[in-house]
């Protein structure tokens, strides 16, 4: 057998929840649900799909490796320079590309625990190790990285809000930490959910890119511009960063379809009103009937929530998708009574409601 390299023997492959497709033949279901995987339950732009249409008419060339148009469209609607940009096939790919970039064997990483998995992904596949500190009340605990910073520290990523918990660092927490972190360190602001959120406290982080060179800041067309499949993120950082990264970056990374799909968002006005008029509807409508079950909830700045359910995640979760509502179960981020569930539409959610009342029932009967 051909080995592999020591640093792939230390991962686990990334384990998605199961399609819809999967589960509606395993359980014999006509109508299946998915709430697992934080996408817009509206899909996306009306425009968004014309675009992707006419890109089929010429399918044989390669597409613009530069991302010119969707550069320069986001380079317009950010007030920033234009090469201050990088694309990727989904913001995964950039949190790969920083480990790449930034990490040799014997250098370290910090995040905290519970968070997105692919933190620690990009640091240990380049010979890395990942630092992970424990949430704080749920929320990333940024004086406990502080503490873990030492010559060996290349990178620190923090998820905002942050998932699985839906928790935001603040500003005035932003500066404050930014303040102290060696400039030789790059802090790896993730904002996936960012358009989701509209509240004096969340970071304008753009703004203290101004001050501080050493962050890079990634976004997103998956979750609010409903393109997941598509698979195209950005992020946005010093020109040397971004010089640095582009070596190591894929020609042709990004798709045609993906690249029309998003240029076409970024305008899609109404679709956007109504995904975040819907985000906060199912939001509200949640926190009701979490209060009217007495179950505890970590308030979210996301399009998810993470929930207590007070019965054991595994079970649960395999109940619940026995019945065709897939959601996250909480072991996977070691908060075993919890289920983190996407904002679906309001039936989806009366849905997920009712089936968890009954088990709820159960327990009490
Ligand atoms: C915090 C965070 N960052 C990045 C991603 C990856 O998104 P993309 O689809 O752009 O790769 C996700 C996806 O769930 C996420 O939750």
């Known amino acids: 057998m051909i080995k592999c390299r020591k640093e792939v023997n230390l991962l686990t492959p990334y384990i998605p929840g199961k399609p819809i497709d999967d589960v509606k033949s395993e359980f014999n279901l006509d109508d299946v649900i998915k709430l697992a995987s934080n996408e817009n339950p509206l899909g996306c732009s009306q425009s968004a799909k014309e675009a992707v249409i006419l890109t089929l008419e010429n399918p044989s060339l390669y597409p613009d490796g530069n991302c010119t148009k969707l550069r320069n469209a986001l380079s317009k609607m950010l007030n920033q320079d234009g090469d201050n940009f990088i694309f990727g096939c989904g913001s995964d790919e950039l949190i790969g590309l920083a480990g790449k970039t930034y990490i040799s064997e014997g250098d370290e990483a910090i995040t905290c625990t519970p968070t997105f998995s692919q933190y620690k992904a990009a640091t240990v596949s380049m010979g890395g190790k990942i630092i992970e500190v424990p949430l704080k009340n749920h929320a990333y605990d940024l004086d406990g990285i502080l ?49 989701y959120i509209d509240d004096p406290d969340f970071p304008d982080t753009l703004s ?8 890079l800041l990634l976004r997103t067309f998956s979750k609010m511009y409903g393109l997941a499949s598509f ?14 990264m582009n070596r190591l970056r894929g020609p042709f990374n990004v798709s045609v379809q993906a690249q029309e799909a998003a240029l076409a968002s970024l305008s899609s ?5 109504a995904s ?19 179950l505890d909830y970590i308030k979210t700045y996301g399009n998810f929530i ?4 007070k ?9 619940l998708q026995k019945q065709g509502v897939i959601v996250r179960p909480g072991y996977y981020f070691g908060m075993d009574t919890y289920q983190r569930v996407t904002f679906g539409t309001l039936e989806q959610m009366q849905r997920f409601f009712e089936l968890l009342e009954k088990e709820l029932e159960k327990t009490i009967s």
């Open 269 to 273: 006005f109404d679709f956007i009103k």
């Open 231 to 244: 698979r195209i993120g950005y992020g946005i950082a010093s020109k040397d960063i971004i010089g640095y």
């Open 276 to 294: 975040f008029d819907l985000n906060e509807a199912s939001k509200q409508y949640t926190y009701q009937k979490c209060s009217d079950l007495k």
């Open 147 to 195: 503490k873990e910073i030492n010559p060996r520290t290349k990178l620190i990523f923090i998820s905002n809000p942050n998932n699985p918990t839906g928790t935001i660092v603040t500003k005035s927490a932003q500066e404050e930490f930014m303040k102290k972190v060696p400039s030789d360190i790059l802090v790896v602001w993730d904002e996936a959910y960012n358009e």
């Open 311 to 319: 019965l054991p995640s595994r079970e649960l979760f395999d109940t």
């Open 306 to 309: 993470m929930i207590d359910c």
């Open 208 to 215: 203290i890119m101004k001050k501080y060179d050493n962050i």
